[in-house]
């Protein structure tokens, strides 16, 4: 049976964001870096949320999380009030779990699985994504300057003046764009 490859994760410092990073390329031609159910328990494990598994259901249940919380987030970027409608499923995904937040040996906070289900993991998400749009957060909400891409990112940069979500992967691209463009206008005028 062929090993079937798939998209690799955007990994960010923040969680929500991170988890609207599932889907990239939002412009252009979409990116779905979760297509399927064990892909959801991977990206969970990589952010320290273990779950034992994903049902088909439970997928199509976190993607309208992360729709949500894209469109929360947009809106808040682009200083409107976020949609009630995405307010209002944010707002079921965190208390229809059960986690908490430990202090860990280091002085850390960790979050804690009140059990291995993917609800628990959702409502973590969820409440990560309260805390950054109600600017609970030292940062703001931003968009990235990419047309194609145009994903909600939280900006803690000094400053918050941050212009791409990743600058390895948007930012380059469009700095490249923009090498080559320049290029290409500097040769047509010595032509």
């Known amino acids: 049976m062929p090993v079937k490859h798939f998209p690799e994760f955007r990994l960010g410092k923040v969680l929500a964001t991170s988890f609207t990073a599932t889907l990239t390329e939002r412009c252009g031609e979409p990116v779905e870096r979760i297509p399927v159910p064990h892909r959801l328990v991977d990206w969970l494990a990589v952010n320290g ?101 145009r994903a909600a990112f939280f900006d803690a940069s000094r400053g918050a003046t941050r212009r791409w979500c990743e600058m390895n992967t948007c930012g380059n691209r469009e700095k490249k764009a923009r090498f080559l463009a320049n290029k290409r206008q500097n040769s047509n005028l010595a032509s």
């Open 49 to 149: 949320l273990v779950v034992d598994s994903c049902s088909e259901s439970q997928l199509v249940h976190a993607r309208e999380l992360r729709e949500s919380i894209h469109a929360a987030a947009t809106a808040v970027a682009n200083r409107t009030l976020p949609p009630p409608s995405a307010v209002q499923v944010i707002n079921d995904f965190s208390t229809g779990g059960l986690a908490s937040v430990i202090l860990t040996s280091e002085g850390s906070q960790e979050w804690r699985l009140g059990s291995t289900s993917v609800e628990d993991a959702l409502s973590v998400i969820a409440a990560d994504a309260i805390n950054i749009i109600s600017g609970e957060r030292e940062g703001k909400m931003a968009l990235c300057a990419s047309p194609t891409c």
